[in-house]
């Protein structure tokens, strides 16, 4: 019966009735030691563009959590100590606490220069070198994958393995119609375990055969794998700034952070002092 009364109320809300909360008397959906809950508080529960049945086994799921709650929260009061359920403090603490970071959050907004410029950036990390250590090797690195009817099988590999340049622009153009995949962003580092986990090469050590292979190709299950290197950092060694630059911005912008806020407190306990808003005992 009760979970037929919860689908009632289930279609009344979706019906969007707005009287609910007008009405002196309250629709009960669920009551508990004494504890009524009533059924514009079910409201926020139900998405307006929940179908009916999903709307009932929300209610119920919502009703019978509720009642366990109750359950719980009774025999914790039976139990408790009076001294033990004044949490008076506690909740004014933590109520002070979100008071000032909603105060705070909103004067950052509003003060805070976000704009953290590269003579900033590289200024930093300049300072902060040894702190940037790799703890992966990284690579900046091209490859393509062929199937193996490709018919630009060998224009693909004089692109790839031209010594002096990378044509990067016509290796794109020429893979979005003949190749299975293809990556040409060389600006960009990635980790070499992580170019390992869609090329299938066998390394067995890192430093050996960067040094050694600029430009690698090589064939697997009916696909022909190329790849071209175009530099490398070993594992343990110092990240290059473009790997650091959106830490050492999030960096910067605490400490700015940081600093405002140490400065507004200062000057409005500065402020206060004046006006003698405050005496110590």
Request: aromatic share 10%; charged share 30%.
């Amino acid at each position: 019966m009760r979970r037929f009364s919860c689908f009632l109320i289930a279609l009344l809300l979706l019906s969007g009735c707005k009287n609910l909360r007008r009405q002196s008397e309250r629709v009960v959906v669920a009551e508990c030691y004494g504890v009524k809950l009533y059924a514009d508080e079910l409201r926020d529960v139900i998405p307006p563009e929940m179908d009916r049945m999903d709307s009932l086994t929300r209610v119920n799921a919502y009703v019978d959590s509720w009642i366990h709650q109750q359950i719980l929260l009774h025999q914790a009061e039976i139990n408790l100590s009076a001294e033990d359920l004044d949490f008076s403090k506690q909740l004014q603490d933590y109520r002070n606490s979100l008071v000032i970071y909603a105060y705070e959050t909103q004067m950052t907004e509003q003060y805070l220069d976000t704009l953290v410029n590269d003579k900033e950036i590289e200024a930093y990390y300049e300072e902060h070198k040894e702190n940037f250590q790799l703890r992966s090797t990284m690579v900046r690195v091209a490859y393509v994958i062929l199937n193996e009817n490709c018919k630009s099988f060998k224009e693909f590999k004089k692109l790839m393995s031209d010594r002096d340049t990378l044509n990067l622009a016509q290796l794109d153009k020429l893979a979005e119609h003949e190749a299975v995949a293809g990556f040409f962003d060389v600006d960009t580092w990635v980790r070499l375990e992580d170019l390992l986990a869609t090329i299938p090469l066998e390394i067995y050590n890192s430093e050996s055969f960067l040094k050694r292979n600029r430009f690698v190709s090589f064939e697997k299950d009916n696909l022909t794998y190329m790849v071209r290197f175009e530099d490398y950092l070993l594992e343990k060694s110092v990240s290059p700034i473009e790997i650091e630059r959106e830490g050492i911005k999030n960096v910067l912008l605490l400490k700015r952070k940081k600093e405002l806020l140490s400065r507004m407190n200062s000057e409005l306990y500065e402020k206060a002092k004046k006006e003698k808003v405050f005496e110590i005992y």
